[in-house]
Protein backbone atom coordinates (compact mmCIF):
# COMPACT_ATOMS: atom_id res chain seq x y z
CA UNK A 1 0.00 0.00 0.00
CA UNK A 2 0.80 3.76 -0.40
CA UNK A 3 3.56 4.33 2.12
CA UNK A 4 4.11 8.12 3.65
CA UNK A 5 7.79 8.51 4.99
CA UNK A 6 9.30 11.26 7.15
CA UNK A 7 12.30 12.86 7.91
CA UNK A 8 14.00 13.26 10.85
CA UNK A 9 11.85 10.68 13.43
CA UNK A 10 12.98 12.53 16.17
CA UNK A 11 14.51 16.72 16.80
CA UNK A 12 15.22 18.56 20.03
CA UNK A 13 16.22 22.42 19.36
CA UNK A 14 17.38 25.30 21.22
CA UNK A 15 14.46 27.80 21.32
CA UNK A 16 14.64 30.50 18.90
CA UNK A 17 16.68 27.39 15.87
CA UNK A 18 14.63 26.65 13.42
CA UNK A 19 12.61 23.23 12.46
CA UNK A 20 12.09 21.21 9.36
CA UNK A 21 10.18 18.24 9.08
CA UNK A 22 10.31 16.48 5.33
CA UNK A 23 7.12 13.92 4.02
CA UNK A 24 8.13 11.89 0.48
CA UNK A 25 6.16 9.65 -1.00
CA UNK A 26 7.33 7.40 -3.89
CA UNK A 27 4.10 8.03 -5.70
CA UNK A 28 2.34 11.10 -6.67
CA UNK A 29 0.20 12.55 -4.09
CA UNK A 30 -3.14 14.85 -5.26
CA UNK A 31 -2.86 16.74 -2.18
CA UNK A 32 -0.96 16.45 1.27
CA UNK A 33 -2.58 17.76 4.87
CA UNK A 34 -0.50 18.86 7.78
CA UNK A 35 -0.97 17.77 11.42
CA UNK A 36 0.27 18.64 14.81
CA UNK A 37 -0.43 16.01 17.87
CA UNK A 38 0.64 18.18 21.67
CA UNK A 39 2.32 15.58 23.88
CA UNK A 40 -1.32 13.58 25.09
CA UNK A 41 -3.27 14.83 22.41
CA UNK A 42 -5.37 14.54 19.41
CA UNK A 43 -4.12 15.89 15.44
CA UNK A 44 -5.25 18.92 14.93
CA UNK A 45 -5.44 20.17 11.20
CA UNK A 46 -2.50 22.92 10.46
CA UNK A 47 -3.03 22.93 6.46
CA UNK A 48 -3.28 21.75 3.03
CA UNK A 49 -1.58 21.48 -0.11
CA UNK A 50 -2.85 20.97 -3.38
CA UNK A 51 -0.68 22.89 -6.15
CA UNK A 52 2.44 21.70 -7.42
CA UNK A 53 5.08 23.82 -5.71
CA UNK A 54 2.50 25.61 -3.75
CA UNK A 55 3.73 27.50 -0.85
CA UNK A 56 1.96 28.51 2.11
CA UNK A 57 2.48 30.25 5.61
CA UNK A 58 1.02 30.31 8.82
CA UNK A 59 2.98 32.94 10.99
CA UNK A 60 6.33 31.10 11.37
CA UNK A 61 5.43 28.42 9.59
CA UNK A 62 6.19 27.63 5.93
CA UNK A 63 4.54 24.67 4.00
CA UNK A 64 5.56 23.24 0.41
CA UNK A 65 4.45 21.16 -1.88
CA UNK A 66 7.07 20.18 -4.45
CA UNK A 67 6.93 20.13 -8.16
CA UNK A 68 6.56 16.51 -9.05
CA UNK A 69 4.27 16.26 -5.89
CA UNK A 70 5.92 13.19 -4.37
CA UNK A 71 7.61 15.82 -0.97
CA UNK A 72 6.11 18.19 1.26
CA UNK A 73 8.07 20.06 4.13
CA UNK A 74 6.72 21.98 6.78
CA UNK A 75 9.76 24.81 8.22
CA UNK A 76 9.38 26.76 11.30
CA UNK A 77 11.29 29.52 11.89
CA UNK A 78 12.63 30.70 15.56
CA UNK A 79 11.39 27.76 17.19
CA UNK A 80 9.14 28.19 20.65
CA UNK A 81 8.47 26.18 23.39
CA UNK A 82 4.42 26.15 22.14
CA UNK A 83 5.76 24.27 19.39
CA UNK A 84 6.41 21.35 20.96
CA UNK A 85 4.72 18.09 19.50
CA UNK A 86 5.02 15.54 16.76
CA UNK A 87 4.26 17.01 13.37
CA UNK A 88 2.41 14.41 10.92
CA UNK A 89 1.97 14.88 7.15
CA UNK A 90 -1.19 12.75 5.72
CA UNK A 91 -1.11 12.58 2.09
CA UNK A 92 -3.35 10.96 -0.47
CA UNK A 93 -2.64 9.39 -4.24
CA UNK A 94 -5.92 10.46 -5.66
CA UNK A 95 -6.61 6.86 -6.95
CA UNK A 96 -6.40 5.32 -3.65
CA UNK A 97 -9.08 7.98 -2.03
CA UNK A 98 -7.47 7.69 1.39
CA UNK A 99 -5.65 9.56 3.38
CA UNK A 100 -2.37 8.09 4.75
CA UNK A 101 -0.65 9.60 7.82
CA UNK A 102 3.28 9.19 7.48
CA UNK A 103 5.43 8.23 10.43
CA UNK A 104 5.80 11.81 12.32
CA UNK A 105 8.17 13.83 13.20
CA UNK A 106 8.73 14.73 16.98
CA UNK A 107 9.83 18.13 18.06
CA UNK A 108 11.35 19.07 21.60
CA UNK A 109 12.16 22.77 22.13
CA UNK A 110 14.50 23.34 25.41
CA UNK A 111 14.88 26.85 26.70
CA UNK B 1 -19.20 24.64 18.47
CA UNK B 2 -18.81 21.61 20.10
CA UNK B 3 -15.87 19.50 18.76
CA UNK B 4 -15.85 15.32 18.15
CA UNK B 5 -16.82 13.56 21.30
CA UNK B 6 -15.69 10.17 22.48
CA UNK B 7 -16.38 8.29 24.70
CA UNK B 8 -14.74 6.36 27.23
CA UNK B 9 -11.74 8.26 27.11
CA UNK B 10 -10.09 5.15 28.99
CA UNK B 11 -10.35 1.71 29.25
CA UNK B 12 -8.64 -1.52 30.66
CA UNK B 13 -9.57 -4.92 30.01
CA UNK B 14 -8.31 -8.33 29.93
CA UNK B 15 -7.73 -10.23 26.86
CA UNK B 16 -10.37 -11.97 25.43
CA UNK B 17 -13.17 -9.28 26.82
CA UNK B 18 -15.36 -7.21 24.50
CA UNK B 19 -15.29 -3.30 24.32
CA UNK B 20 -16.85 -0.57 22.31
CA UNK B 21 -15.93 2.81 22.09
CA UNK B 22 -18.48 5.65 20.86
CA UNK B 23 -17.84 8.71 18.73
CA UNK B 24 -20.27 11.50 18.13
CA UNK B 25 -18.76 13.62 15.22
CA UNK B 26 -19.39 17.42 14.79
CA UNK B 27 -22.79 18.07 14.10
CA UNK B 28 -22.95 18.12 10.22
CA UNK B 29 -20.11 16.40 9.24
CA UNK B 30 -20.95 13.37 7.17
CA UNK B 31 -17.91 11.69 6.86
CA UNK B 32 -16.62 10.10 9.91
CA UNK B 33 -13.40 7.94 10.34
CA UNK B 34 -12.00 6.00 12.71
CA UNK B 35 -9.05 5.40 13.58
CA UNK B 36 -5.96 3.44 15.60
CA UNK B 37 -2.61 5.06 16.62
CA UNK B 38 -0.23 2.87 18.86
CA UNK B 39 2.53 4.53 20.35
CA UNK B 40 5.11 6.80 18.60
CA UNK B 41 3.45 6.07 15.39
CA UNK B 42 0.66 7.86 13.06
CA UNK B 43 -2.72 7.45 12.77
CA UNK B 44 -3.96 4.63 10.61
CA UNK B 45 -7.33 4.10 9.46
CA UNK B 46 -9.68 1.75 10.04
CA UNK B 47 -12.60 2.51 8.55
CA UNK B 48 -14.16 5.70 6.67
CA UNK B 49 -17.63 6.52 6.50
CA UNK B 50 -19.32 9.04 4.25
CA UNK B 51 -23.31 8.64 6.39
CA UNK B 52 -24.20 5.60 6.98
CA UNK B 53 -22.37 3.72 4.35
CA UNK B 54 -18.89 2.62 5.17
CA UNK B 55 -16.76 3.34 1.94
CA UNK B 56 -13.17 2.29 2.96
CA UNK B 57 -13.30 -0.58 5.54
CA UNK B 58 -10.38 -2.74 4.20
CA UNK B 59 -8.03 -2.27 6.86
CA UNK B 60 -10.70 -2.95 9.53
CA UNK B 61 -9.88 -6.59 10.92
CA UNK B 62 -12.87 -8.31 10.44
CA UNK B 63 -12.67 -11.22 12.11
CA UNK B 64 -12.42 -9.44 15.35
CA UNK B 65 -13.43 -5.55 15.09
CA UNK B 66 -17.17 -4.32 13.80
CA UNK B 67 -18.78 -0.30 13.36
CA UNK B 68 -21.87 0.90 12.98
CA UNK B 69 -22.83 4.64 11.90
CA UNK B 70 -26.43 4.32 12.11
CA UNK B 71 -28.66 7.44 10.97
CA UNK B 72 -25.38 8.49 9.59
CA UNK B 73 -24.32 10.52 13.15
CA UNK B 74 -23.05 8.44 16.08
CA UNK B 75 -20.79 5.48 15.54
CA UNK B 76 -19.74 2.40 17.57
CA UNK B 77 -16.68 0.91 17.01
CA UNK B 78 -16.66 -2.31 18.37
CA UNK B 79 -13.50 -5.52 19.24
CA UNK B 80 -14.86 -8.67 20.32
CA UNK B 81 -12.52 -10.30 21.37
CA UNK B 82 -9.68 -8.15 22.21
CA UNK B 83 -6.41 -9.11 21.90
CA UNK B 84 -2.94 -8.14 23.47
CA UNK B 85 -2.06 -6.24 20.26
CA UNK B 86 -4.98 -4.07 20.42
CA UNK B 87 -3.46 -1.93 23.04
CA UNK B 88 -3.93 1.91 21.25
CA UNK B 89 -5.55 4.66 21.01
CA UNK B 90 -8.89 4.53 18.99
CA UNK B 91 -9.21 8.13 17.75
CA UNK B 92 -12.75 9.17 15.74
CA UNK B 93 -12.85 12.29 13.13
CA UNK B 94 -15.35 13.97 10.94
CA UNK B 95 -15.22 16.19 7.95
CA UNK B 96 -17.34 17.74 6.43
CA UNK B 97 -17.54 15.67 2.60
CA UNK B 98 -14.46 14.15 1.41
CA UNK B 99 -10.71 13.54 2.62
CA UNK B 100 -10.23 17.00 0.59
CA UNK B 101 -11.36 19.10 3.74
CA UNK B 102 -9.82 18.87 7.03
CA UNK B 103 -10.35 16.79 9.83
CA UNK B 104 -11.19 17.22 13.12
CA UNK B 105 -10.39 14.58 15.86
CA UNK B 106 -11.96 13.66 19.32
CA UNK B 107 -9.76 13.18 22.11
CA UNK B 108 -9.78 9.52 21.91
CA UNK B 109 -9.79 6.27 23.53
CA UNK B 110 -6.78 4.62 25.38
CA UNK B 111 -7.24 0.83 25.21
CA UNK B 112 -5.32 -1.35 27.73
CA UNK B 113 -5.69 -4.62 26.92
CA UNK B 114 -4.24 -6.98 29.65
Known amino acids: GQQVMQIPQYQHVQEGEDFTTYCNSS?????IQWYKQRPGGHPVFLIQ?????EVKKQKRLTFQFGEAKKNSSLHITATQTTDVGTYFC???????????FGTGTRLQVTL | EAGVVQSPRYKIIEKKQPVAFWCNPI?????LYWYRQNLGQGPELLIR????????DSQLPKDRFSAERLKGVDSTLKIQPAELGDSAVYLC????????????FGPGTRLTVL
Open chain 2, 93 to 104: ASSLGSIYNEQF
Open chain 1, 27 to 31: TTLSN
Open chain 1, 49 to 53: LVKSG
Open chain 1, 90 to 100: AANTGTASKLT
Open chain 2, 27 to 31: SGHNT
Open chain 2, 49 to 56: YENEEAVD
